[in-house]
T-cell receptor, first 107, second 120 residues
Framework: DIQVTQFPSSVSASVGDRVTITCRAS??????LAWYQQKPGKAPKLLIY???SLQSGVPSRFSGSGSGTDFILTISSLQPEDFATYHC?????????FGGGTRVEIK | QVQVVQSGSELKKPGASVKVSCKAS????????INWVRQAPGQGLEWMAW????????TYAQGFTGRFVFSLDTTVSTTYLQISSLKAEDTAVYYC?????????????WGQGTSITVSS
């Protein structure tokens, strides 16, 4: 199984800050990595697929990069509605696996 | 609009069974697979299975065989998760999520989640 490690587990940031979250796969997954945003008590929402493709309707301040084993989610200018938990997921092969999540908190 | 809607919260005693439904609408049901994902309290997301809605065949994660049964009824565009012999550690929110048209592209439509609490 492909293990997915996400870090940091939490980050404190202010509105307007640039935030980066890293996801590392235990073996290469090509570009098959997705990012999700989850707010408390709500279902996850797909933000980015195929490492860098923005899902329809997602603001352009979100971007993704990487390939192989190392991936980054960047929020270029954090907005109040972005405080949430972010999850990465490898979509290369079954079993699908998620990272442990990164909580973005208000500083 | 495209959506998947799950059945409501359940409170069950240890040893009981539960069946959760996930009804799709707004798209052709058999054109997209359905995933089931578990989230234990305060924990991350854990993929359980993917259901091929054409054949009904599931692909399971290890640890979700035996007590966990995944099924579907194409006539009502609904997939089901049944858990038998419930244990306290099954307490979690269970989500169904549509697989994107290309499975490498993640899960693009999520149900609202079904909370299952197992307690005596």
């Amino acid at each position: 199984d492909i293990q997915v490690t996400q870090f940091p587990s939490s980050v404190s940031a202010s509105v307007g800050d640039r935030v980066t979250i890293t996801c590392r796969a235990s073996q290469g997954v090509s570009s098959w990595l997705a990012w999700y945003q989850q707010k408390p008590g709500k279902a996850p929402k797909l933000l980015i697929y195929a490492a860098s493709s923005l899902q329809s309707g997602v603001p352009s301040r979100f971007s993704g990069s990487g390939s192989g084993t190392d991936f980054i989610l960047t929020i270029s200018s954090l907005q109040p509605e972005d405080f949430a938990t972010y999850h990465c997921q490898q979509a290369d092969s079954f079993p699908l696996t998620f990272g442990g999540g990164t909580r973005v908190e208000i500083k | 609009q495209v959506q998947v809607v799950q059945s409501g919260s359940e409170l069950k005693k240890p040893g009981a069974s539960v069946k959760v439904s996930c009804k799709a609408s707004g798209y052709t049901f058999t054109h997209y697979g359905i995933n089931w994902v578990r989230q234990a309290p305060g924990q991350g997301l854990e993929w359980m299975a993917w259901i091929n809605t054409n054949t009904g065949n599931p692909t399971y994660a290890q640890g979700f065989t035996g007590r966990f049964v995944f099924s579907l009824d194409t006539t009502v565009s609904t997939t089901y998760l049944q858990i038998s012999s419930l244990k306290a550690e099954d307490t979690a929110v269970y989500y169904c999520a549509r697989m994107s048209s290309y499975y490498h592209h993640g899960m693009d439509v999520w149900g609202q989640g079904t909370s299952i609490t197992v307690s005596s």
